[in-house]
């Protein structure tokens, strides 16, 4: 198209605020412009599908409509960077608009206001933020279960207080935490249900007198529903807080991963690959788990994230107010942070190494097999309170058979094969055949972590498919939006 001519008469460094409010030292505080890059192409699919609708409804003429949607085409090859001063981007491209059409590009911000217009775009780009963690998320629980169907039966110490309660297997503690980020999944694909409304049509709050369809550029932008309330809709960011929410969870999981890495790797219990480790600038000997100290940290950054939208949002009154501006980037540092986070844990755990023999001495210290020696005398018709008496002397005086058979003389005033054999109680004091023994649902024993691992990954399976299905959504409206404005130009 032809640039038009500036013309001093109509033109002004930002359409919105014009002369009268557009100098000071206030400008800058207010502005937003270099945040708000990260919504620039949501800006414009939200412009090009409210441009079309007012098309549509009559309320722009279509040779306007469609010189309008040719100007937003030349703002995006030309990208954010060659935008026009503003106080934000939805200012800046509605000004580099007119500048290109005249006074008729104005016609393109009828019937709504830069507050059903941000909160648009940030639900806009925000759902694609949602799916991308979600997304991580599901590669993470893949990267978990190939590694624990490899280590089905490798034997190692659990814990409870950082002290050695029970073996267990490395699959086993592998689930426990694919289980978790599920839930993670799960939250992360529900707030994406309550981010894909649109608000656009709101207005200022109370609406607009155009006979605006809120329904079709819902439509058109992928949303969908739209937030009905106009107040509601221009107004809310809780949607802001539940993503951010689900977002400082996962990144809570995947610090605790990271803490358990991290003790495990002092023991000698993993061997971390060293695309994950770093050494010392001093101590050449050192390998340091260095990446998963920084996941773990990563959690209280999101938080603190979470605390200060919380803080931000907690005195607001109806309807709008400028400290929205600054709630939403606790969502974009929080998503990116906690996204990095998924990926190096998952790429931390496929590639350690976790040495068998290490862990199988380790899973035995302890008297770690203490209560599968008890639950083996209850079942033998002892009084569990009374057997787990029978194993604690024991725990005192050796923790092998012997002191199990020395225990039994000395609380039951009997020997102990009165009551088991002690052939039975032998095996139940090797760790291997502790964790095989414990096979209740859910429990560590290799058969029945097997049988998780399949309905696992079909979990896995099926979250996938969501994601998916949701970006094919989201692609066709892109699609589609661009085939309509295709009608205009």
Request: hydrophobic share 45%; net charge negative.
């Amino acid at each position: 198209m032809t640039e038009r001519t500036p013309d001093p008469e109509t033109d002004s460094a930002d359409v919105v605020r014009r002369d009268r409010f557009s100098g000071g030292p206030a400008r800058e505080f207010l502005s937003s412009m270099d945040a708000d890059q990260r919504i620039f192409d949501a800006d414009l699919a939200v412009d090009r599908a409210h441009v079309v609708m007012l098309a549509e409804q009559g309320i722009i003429e279509a040779d306007v409509a469609g010189e309008i949607l040719d100007a937003l085409g030349d703002i995006e090859a030309e990208g954010h960077g060659a935008l026009p001063d503003g106080e934000d981007v939805h200012a800046a491209i509605e000004t580099a608009v007119i500048e290109r059409v005249g006074a008729d590009g104005g016609k393109m911000h009828t019937a709504r206001s830069r507050n059903d217009e941000v909160a648009t775009c940030i639900r806009h780009r925000l759902r694609e933020d949602l799916l991308d963690a979600a997304a991580t998320t599901v590669a993470l629980r893949e990267a978990l279960l190939e590694v624990a169907a490899e280590h089905t039966k490798t034997v190692m110490p659990g814990y409870t207080h950082l002290q050695p309660a029970q073996p267990t297997t490395v699959a086993h503690w592998l689930c426990s935490y694919e289980q978790a980020i599920a839930r993670d999944t799960e939250r992360l694909l529900d707030a994406y249900g309550r981010v894909n409304r649109s608000p656009l049509g709101a207005a200022a709050f109370a609406g607009t007198t155009f006979d605006v369809d809120r329904e079709r550029t819902a439509e058109l932008l992928g949303f969908d529903g739209i937030v009905e309330n106009s107040m509601d809709a221009s107004s809310t960011r809780d949607f802001l807080l539940e993503s951010v929410s689900a977002l400082a969870a996962l990144a809570t999981t995947l610090s605790g991963i990271a803490e358990d890495v991290v003790i495990f790797a002092n023991r000698g219990f993993v061997e971390l690959d060293d695309d994950y480790a770093s050494t010392s600038s001093i101590m050449p000997q050192k390998k340091n788990p260095d990446t998963l100290e920084l996941v773990r940290s990563t959690a209280g950054d999101a938080a603190a994230g979470l605390n200060g939208l919380l803080t931000t949002l907690k005195g607001l009154p109806r309807a709008y107010n400028r400290d929205l501006q600054n709630a939403t980037p606790y969502a974009w540092e929080t998503v990116d942070a906690v996204v990095e986070a998924a990926d190096v844990v998952g790429g931390a755990i496929a590639t350690a190494d976790w040495p068998e023999e290490t862990l199988a001495d380790a899973a035995g210290e302890g008297f770690s097999t203490a209560t599968g020696v008890a639950d083996l005398l209850a079942a033998h018709g002892l009084p569990f309170r009374t057997a787990h008496e029978v194993v604690a002397v024991a725990s005192e005086n050796g923790a092998d058979l012997q002191a199990v058979e020395d225990a039994a003389e000395e609380v039951l005033d009997e020997p102990l094969e009165e009551y088991v054999d002690p052939a039975a109680v032998e095996a139940a004091l090797d760790p291997a055949e502790s964790v095989a023994s414990r096979d209740s649902v859910g429990g560590p024993a290799p058969a029945t972590v097997e049988s998780h691992l399949d309905r696992a990954t079909d979990g896995v399976d099926a979250d996938a498919t969501a994601v998916d299905e949701r970006r094919t959504a989201l692609a066709d409206a892109e699609d589609a939006l661009a085939a309509e404005v295709g009608d205009y130009v």
